[in-house]
């Protein structure tokens, strides 16, 4: 730190050259005293190795740096920048994670009009849809149907991990993911004010009536509490078959009067 030669209270921060009879090589006035002697200056601040603390004290305080949308990562690869949202940006998806999971959408539309995921599917459908939900491209392939990442993963399929591990994304991380999508569909769900509420019951639909195995595969007995038809359909839900009496009509189930 330079101390102003003339008042030798204040930092130095300009530096007359010798020529102009301001004072010798090296001699550093504050801006006052630099004002008061009329002398031609070059700005010149010395270099300093550490600020001393009064000096930090006077210092103005950085501003810190705004969060750049560049620093966002896609919710589901984590590596490249999302281009579309879900609605409340809930979870955004890069170009390429966009197309993996909704090849229905017009990227390039939805960017212009800045459509969420939700309103840039509400009028098309993928050439493949997944068995379950309908709306995502199927990537998971099983005996049992095709189905997206996502609903695979909700219903423990095994092959939504192996899945996964060939695109690169860890099982945590697509569980995650899973989460994020499940919480969004259900606020978009439950945020709905224009069609009328269903009506709200204590008991689901279904009714678990029995669950027995047959060879290594688990079978399940369910009852349509609203039809009163029983089926069956195996842990994961991929297919009912209705259950048929002797004279070939679907088995009723008989509601108890507890329910």
């Known amino acids: 730190m330079v101390i102003c030669s003339q008042c030798g209270k204040n930092i130095a921060v300009c530096f007359p050259a010798s020529a102009d009879g301001g004072g010798t090589q090296g001699e550093g006035l504050c801006l006052i005293c630099a004002k008061e002697r009329n002398l031609p200056l070059r700005t010149e601040t010395p270099v300093r190795e550490k600020m001393t603390e009064n000096e930090s004290a006077q210092a103005p305080a950085e501003a810190p740096a705004p969060q750049s949308a560049q620093e966002e990562t896609c919710s589901f690869c984590r590596k ?55 709306i995502r491209d199927a990537q998971v392939h099983t005996f049992d149907g095709e189905f997206c990442i996502v609903c695979a993963k909700r219903n423990s399929m095994p092959e939504a991990d192996k899945s996964a591990r060939r ?78 009496g002797p004279d070939g009509r679907p088995l009723l189930y008989q509601k108890e009067d507890t329910e």
């Open 80 to 134: 490249r920048h999302p281009v579309i949202f879900s609605q409340a940006h809930a979870y955004g998806l890069c170009r390429e994670c966009a197309w993996l999971l909704y090849p229905q959408i017009d990227i390039h539309r939805a960017e212009t009009e800045q459509l969420s995921v939700e309103a840039a599917c509400a009028d098309a459908v993928p050439q493949n849809p997944c068995g379950i939900c309908g």
């Open 167 to 244: 695109m690169g994304i860890a099982a945590e991380d697509l569980a995650a993911f899973v989460q994020t999508v499940d919480a969004a569909e259900q606020q978009v769900h439950t945020g709905k004010t224009d069609a009328p509420a269903p009506q709200q019951t204590d008991a689901p639909r279904f009714r678990l009536l029995d669950t027995f195995a047959v060879g290594d595969q688990n079978i399940l007995i369910v009852a349509d509490r609203e039809t009163g038809v029983q089926y069956m359909t195996n842990v994961r839900f991929s297919g009912f078959s209705p259950l048929l």
